[in-house]
């Protein structure tokens, strides 16, 4: 891991604010770090009794499973300033990434501000200020602070997909969230529903030790591996040379890169029929070939359930013993009073994923999907941080509402998907919030490492160079990075 220096307060922040923020998991702890750099008074709750957000493995509801690593490589997934150790994994094991966590947590000195066991009841307006009541074995208590910070995520209240016939299936259904390990299908039927992250890990694990597993597929998804064809982690070929291409042309560099790919996604009958630009894909080295050798069948989506069998809409149907729900989250925010702002899926439409209009000392950190959810969360938090000290400010009501007009706009280039108003293209997004906080690299400024910066991969050390908050072994680490990709 490269040195780091201590962490500067700005010296250009005019405003001191307490600052509630609402878990405890990977946002809510990249948030309280920005506050404090910035010289605010954050104050993590945390209902459960560890840190850690879905990172954290338990046996009862939510949190990760066994198998689970980072979709990204632990270069592109770290937060800007404090890059992954040398030892861990180029993809990290959920152990690990717990780990950096704690170890971000204790680097940057904020272990002081969660309050952990903690739940958030209630959050409403009192004036200005906003007013928390929290409960813990300390009792119920009602304090105010000055803004607030929602961290706490998209993985709460499990989605089911309700289908006819299921209350009386025999056999046990269970959602994704409930999941811990393969263990569980040893000898069985396994019908795994869903090709998200969670139903693509799910169905390659369970294809070891069940008997039969039947993948049902609502929509085909581009399954990307890990590692190209020469072994560089594949968000290495992610560059700012080619976000700077014409769309056309870079679509058609990728249709070539991937072709062999696409004839793997062919041969299993699972080539979908959009670009990978066009799409967030879901990386995992072994599902593909799990397919083709027989030990994963897909199939279309559920039409129903009749006794033992599950019933497909081709017709086909399959005796199951376990079914399984990868069928994602609704968003659940029950703490926060409807009077402030009535949130919904169907409203849920926030300035850059950011700020509501009518809200703008509250900011939603970690609301967005895709990939890069670190660095992601980061920025927001950065942003946050300097719109609460007076730093930056937010466009008028009116802007902002243009705004997340216009981003919806775009938005529809995404092929429709769950929490499709929250899909984003990390560095795209990454950078257009760089530039709210003036964090964007210059490459100008930076011309010895320019080539790095346009040719190398897209890490988010890269707004560590510039603005306010640098950080002085960015250069260092952003040429270390830059010389794997051509090992």
């Given at each position: 891991m490269a040195n780091h220096t201590d962490f500067l307060i700005s010296s250009n922040s005019t405003r001191r604010c307490r600052v509630a923020i609402i878990g405890g998991g990977a946002s809510g702890i990249t948030t309280a770090k920005c506050l404090r750099e910035d010289n605010h008074e954050p104050v993590v709750f945390e209902s459960s009794d560890q840190i850690g957000g879905v990172w954290v493995y338990k046996k009862t509801r939510g949190g990760t499973f066994d198998t689970v690593h980072l979709q990204n490589s632990k270069y592109s997934a770290a937060f800007s300033d404090y890059p992954m150790p040398a030892d861990f994994n180029e993809f990290p094991h959920h152990t690990e990434v717990l780990k950096y966590l704690d170890d971000y947590i204790e680097r940057f000195q904020i272990r002081d501000c969660f309050k952990l066991n903690t739940t958030v009841e209630k959050i409403r307006r009192k004036g200005s200020l906003w007013e928390v009541t929290t409960s813990s074995e300390f009792g119920r208590i009602t304090q105010n602070f000055d803004a607030i910070a929602i961290c706490s995520g998209l993985y709460h209240q499990p989605k089911y997909p309700n289908f006819p016939g299921e209350d009386s299936f025999d056999g046990t259904i269970i959602h994704s969230c409930d999941y811990k390990e393969s263990s569980i299908f040893a000898g069985k039927n396994v019908v795994v529903v869903g090709n998200g992250p969670s139903g693509v890990d799910i169905a390659a694990a369970a294809s070891y030790?069940?008997?039969?597993?039947?993948?049902?597929?609502?929509?085909?998804?581009?399954?990307?591996?890990?590692?190209?064809?020469?072994?560089?982690?594949?968000?290495?070929?992610?560059?700012?040379?080619?976000?700077?291409?014409?769309?056309?042309?870079?679509?058609?560099?990728?249709?070539?890169?991937?072709?062999?790919?696409?004839?793997?996604?062919?041969?299993?009958?699972?080539?979908?029929?959009?670009?990978?630009?066009?799409?967030?894909?879901?990386?995992?080295?072994?599902?593909?070939?799990?397919?083709?050798?027989?030990?994963?069948?897909?199939?279309?989506?559920?039409?129903?359930?009749?006794?033992?069998?599950?019933?497909?809409?081709?017709?086909?149907?399959?005796?199951?013993?376990?079914?399984?729900?990868?069928?994602?989250?609704?968003?659940?925010?029950?703490?926060?009073?409807?009077?402030?702002?009535?949130?919904?899926?169907?409203?849920?439409?926030?300035?850059?994923?950011?700020?509501?209009?009518?809200?703008?000392?509250?900011?939603?950190?970690?609301?967005?999907?895709?990939?890069?959810?670190?660095?992601c969360s980061e920025i927001q938090a950065r942003w946050f941080s300097k719109v609460l000290t007076g730093e930056v400010s937010l466009p008028s009501k009116e802007k902002m509402r243009v705004g997340i007009q216009a981003y919806k706009q775009k938005n529809n280039n995404f092929v429709e998907s769950g929490h499709?108003?929250?899909?984003?293209?990390?560095?795209?997004?990454?950078?257009?919030?760089?530039?709210?906080?003036?964090?964007?690299?210059?490459?100008?400024?930076?011309?010895?490492?320019?080539?790095?910066?346009?040719?190398?991969?897209?890490?988010?050390?890269?707004?560590?160079?510039?603005?306010?908050?640098?950080?002085?072994?960015?250069?260092?680490?952003?040429?270390?990075?830059?010389?794997?990709?051509?090992?």
């Open positions: 030790p069940a008997n039969n597993v039947f993948w049902s597929i609502r929509k085909k998804k581009w399954l990307i591996p890990r590692y190209d064809s020469v072994g560089i982690p594949i968000d290495f070929t992610i560059n700012r040379l080619n976000q700077l291409m014409p769309k056309w042309l870079l679509n058609m560099i990728v249709k070539a890169q991937i072709y062999p790919l696409a004839l793997e996604h062919q041969k299993c009958n699972l080539l979908p029929d959009f670009s990978v630009l066009e799409s967030i894909p879901v990386f995992n080295e072994c599902i593909l070939k799990r397919v083709r050798l027989g030990a994963i069948k897909p199939k279309p989506n559920i039409a129903g359930f009749q006794g033992k069998k599950v019933i497909f809409e081709d017709g086909t149907s399959v005796k199951a013993d376990i079914v399984v729900y990868a069928t994602g989250y609704h968003i659940s925010l029950p703490f926060f009073d409807e009077s402030v702002a009535e949130l919904n899926e169907e409203n849920f439409q926030f300035y850059k994923n950011v700020f509501h209009p009518e809200i703008s000392n509250c900011a939603f950190i970690g609301f967005v999907y895709g990939n890069s959810i670190f660095p499709h108003f929250l899909r984003v293209s990390a560095f795209d997004y990454i950078d257009d919030i760089a530039k709210e906080i003036n964090v964007h690299p210059k490459l100008w400024r930076h011309w010895k490492i320019a080539w790095h910066l346009l040719t190398g991969p897209l890490i988010p050390t890269q707004y560590r160079l510039d603005g306010p908050n640098r950080w002085g072994g960015a250069q260092e680490w952003i040429l270390k990075v830059s010389k794997l990709v051509q090992i």
